[in-house]
């Protein structure tokens, strides 16, 4: 009787381990649609850690961060700033990654103050009622290259998150943060 007990029991047990991914929400899925303008260096600074920061940006960006519906921009910030890509991500990811394996290289300094410049009234104008997750991710080979950029923005350093790595780094930001970050506030204090 008891031998019958445990067989029933180690069923239940194998079915219940079984199913069990199955029955639970994922926890990273995301329900609000991105919008992400991508800022890649393109100056002579970043030719040696092209190859290895391109193979980040479609792992841990194309791959993972981005999902059906969501908006991509890319810039590639060399002597001028140039839209080099842009598309509402589908069921497939190729096109994108195509446009990053053929990045070109140009100019001696990166021009993110352009692309910052365009990248935040881009984001002003098509997501008005912030109905989306908008951000702006700038990868670079050195704080050099960025720093030009980043004179007179000092509030995107408030409200940005950055990734240093062997040859380059990442700052994530919101050009357009600092305004909606003033409201909640406000609206936080005045409902106290």
Not at 1 to 29: E, G, N, S, W
Not at 38 to 64: H, K, P
Not at 126 to 144: C, F, H, Q, W
Not at 160 to 168: F, L, N
Request: glycine share 4%.
């Amino acid at each position: 009787m008891k031998t019958q007990f445990y067989r029933k029991l180690t069923c239940i047990v194998f079915f219940a381990v079984l199913l069990a991914p199955h029955l639970l929400p994922a926890a990273d899925q995301r329900t609000i649609p991105l919008d992400l303008y991508l800022i890649i260096d393109a100056s002579e600074g970043f030719r040696d850690a092209r190859n290895e920061t391109i193979a980040w940006i479609n792992e841990q960006v194309i791959d993972r961060l981005l999902q059906q519906g969501d908006r991509l921009v890319i810039w590639s910030a060399g002597s001028s700033a140039r839209i080099i890509h842009t598309e509402t991500i589908g069921a497939r990811k190729d096109e994108a990654r195509e446009k990053l394996r053929n990045l070109e290289i140009s100019g001696g300094r990166a021009d993110f103050s352009g692309a910052l410049r365009d990248a935040a009234s881009r984001a002003a104008r098509d997501n008005p009622n912030k109905a989306r997750i908008s951000y702006t991710m700038l990868v670079s080979g050195s704080a050099e290259n960025l720093a030009p950029a980043l004179t007179g923005n000092a509030s995107l350093f408030r409200w940005s998150r950055a990734e240093k790595y062997a040859r380059w780094q990442v700052l994530v930001a919101d050009p357009n943060i600092d305004q909606r970050v003033r409201q909640a506030a406000a609206s936080y204090m005045s409902s106290r």
